[in-house]
């Protein structure tokens, strides 16, 4: 059986960014080191997330949502549960003009099992059986009872703006 410990290596190891700041751009989750000020923000998000496994996050513009994502909570998401043997592992994707091919390439990459390129096109497929989907998934893309999946969509209202492709 394995060890949530054997998925986990590296995400405590810290590698310190050049710059300290990121300028107008998003922190990114490698730069966890240098976010810091929101903890408190970060932990309500991590344990509501964690209690209704799904949370909108909505701002003004340019507030930093995500930052706090991107550098708060997913790395935070990552280390915490792994120290108590369960897994998260994050994904991050922008819907763009084609949101579900765009998911079911956010999906492929945490599907370690294929690197094969049109991977992303097989998954896609599979958004297509609906309410069918999220069971498959589930069984193709966890590796246990412990392990969680965790998708950032970032800027979520370009889905409402172009059709499901």
Not at 27 to 54: A, C, M, S, Y
Not at 103 to 116: K, N, P, Q, R, V
Not at 154 to 165: I, K, P, R, T
Request: hydrophobic content about 40%; some cysteine; charged content about 25%.
């Amino acid at each position: 059986m394995e060890r949530a410990s054997d998925h986990s290596e590296g995400i405590f190891d810290i590698e310190l960014p050049t710059q300290p700041y990121p300028g107008l751009r998003s922190f990114e989750k490698h730069e966890w080191p240098i976010f810091f000020g929101r903890e408190i923000v970060t932990g309500e998000i991590v344990d509501r997330l964690i209690d209704k496994q799904f949370l909108a996050l909505h701002g003004d513009s340019g507030c930093g949502k995500s930052s706090l994502v991107r550098a708060g909570v997913l790395p935070r998401l990552e280390r915490d549960h792994a120290r108590g043997g369960s897994t998260w592992r994050t994904v991050s994707m922008l819907p763009r003009n084609a949101p579900l091919r765009n998911f079911a390439g956010a999906l492929a990459i945490l599907d370690e099992a294929s690197l094969d390129p049109n991977h992303a096109i097989e998954l896609r497929r599979i958004l297509n059986l609906g309410s069918k989907a999220a069971k498959i998934f589930s069984d193709r893309l966890r590796r246990n009872e412990l392990d969680h999946i965790c998708v950032l969509v970032d800027q979520f209202e370009e889905v409402f703006n172009f059709g499901a492709m």
